[in-house]
């Protein structure tokens, strides 16, 4: 699996101050140097038949869509497809115009994943996002004119400006636009953002946990009832209609990541990631030199990452699969540390899955680093 993080963004979004220039000449270099990455990193993943392939990170879709496909291209002179391949796109709603999707369609990307945010304009002024609220809807819809109808859209849930009716209504929206995935998550309050400065200065209040959480149940309630499969803690897919991409990674399956900031995984031990600052990105592989830093897992740590991945799935962690990674000490501190946890049915084990029951999944983090070993 390829995932390519292209950190292009017109704006910084309140819970992001992160922001790279879209002149031509940024963009050509920044293509330029991706091309170049994945020309000397071509032999790393194991297999050269890839299941999906992902632009994400920044916004990826301020590229044209000549440009998009030059790197599929790129991709493609050293990788075979899946017959059954994703191929993502995210993207803001104000970037899917009429031409943009057009184009668009006339590439092998066939999923989009829409930075929608929220339907309305109280929850994108908060957020400091530059579409408006007809646009949130207007793209999805554009986007299934040119047959794009494999479509995810991100909702952000626990938004003081708005009540519980109107993420109701947000979900209701999903529902009518026949949109088959949702990723979505609860508003955090980052240092450095608008958000945080404007709370500081009492102009919006705090998100508060409790409405967050019944927000949160109620929309897997929800989703559930119309079909949706709740198989993350955050996401939601009709049958069909799971993620590839991101179900690899909490499967810990290896992927291969292309891009600024972006992290790569081998699958066992081995795991890299890229220098962030574009900058200093393009100009080391104009000198032929990746760069990436890498670190060897150790043995507790691939534990407790594969218990903090596992326990936010729908199937769980595969106690089989963890018993036969792993030496005598890890199992021994694995077993003692659920026994208690699985009597108060914190935890429960079904076909050999340890999971957390679904009305604890809003605990999911703090369940799971209790049996972490460090």
Request: net charge negative.
């Amino acid at each position: 699996m390829i995932y390519l993080h292209i950190p292009f963004c017109k704006q910084k979004c309140s819970y992001c101050n992160f922001h790279f220039s879209t002149s031509l000449n940024a963009k050509d270099e920044m293509v330029a140097a991706l091309k170049k990455e994945i020309f000397l990193r071509k032999g790393e993943l194991e297999s050269t038949h890839l299941k999906s392939l992902y632009f994400g990170g920044g916004t990826p879709s301020l590229l044209k869509a000549d440009e998009l496909k030059s790197i599929i291209d790129e991709v493609l002179k050293y990788f075979t497809f899946a017959s059954d391949i994703e191929i993502t796109l995210e993207a803001n709603p104000d970037d899917l115009t009429h031409n943009f999707l057009k184009q668009l369609a006339g590439t092998e990307i066939n999923r989009l994943s829409i930075g929608t945010q929220s339907f309305f304009a109280e929850d994108l002024l908060l957020m400091n996002r530059a579409h408006n609220a007809s646009e949130a809807e207007s793209s999805i819809k554009r986007a299934q004119d040119f047959g794009l109808v494999n479509i995810s859209v991100d909702l952000i849930y626990g938004s003081p400006t708005s009540g519980f009716e109107i993420w109701k209504e947000n979900l209701r929206k999903v529902i009518a636009l026949e949109v088959p995935h949702v990723s979505s998550y609860a508003l955090t309050v980052e240092p450095k953002t608008a958000l945080n400065t404007w709370i500081a200065q009492g102009k919006v209040s705090a998100p508060k946990e409790d409405l967050q959480n019944q927000e949160f149940f109620y929309m897997s309630d929800f989703l559930k009832d119309h079909e949706f499969d709740h198989y993350e803690i955050s996401n939601f897919g009709k049958p069909g209609f799971h993620s590839k991409h991101n179900s690899a990674y909490w499967k810990s399956h290896e992927y291969l990541g292309i891009g600024p900031s972006a992290h790569s995984f081998n699958g066992r031990t081995e795991r890299s990631w890229n220098i962030a600052n574009n900058k200093w990105y393009i100009n080391s592989l104009n000198e032929n030199k990746l760069p990436k830093e890498t670190e060897i897992l150790t043995e507790r740590e691939r534990y407790n990452e594969m218990i903090m991945i596992g326990l936010r799935t729908s199937w769980g962690v595969d106690v089989a699969a963890l018993e036969s990674n792993f030496g005598e000490e890890i199992l021994a501190h694995f077993h003692q540390s659920i026994q208690s946890r699985i009597e108060d049915q914190v935890l429960i084990i079904e076909n050999n899955h340890l999971k957390i029951p679904e009305k604890n999944w809003f605990l999911a983090d703090g369940i799971a680093s209790d049996l972490f070993m460090v």
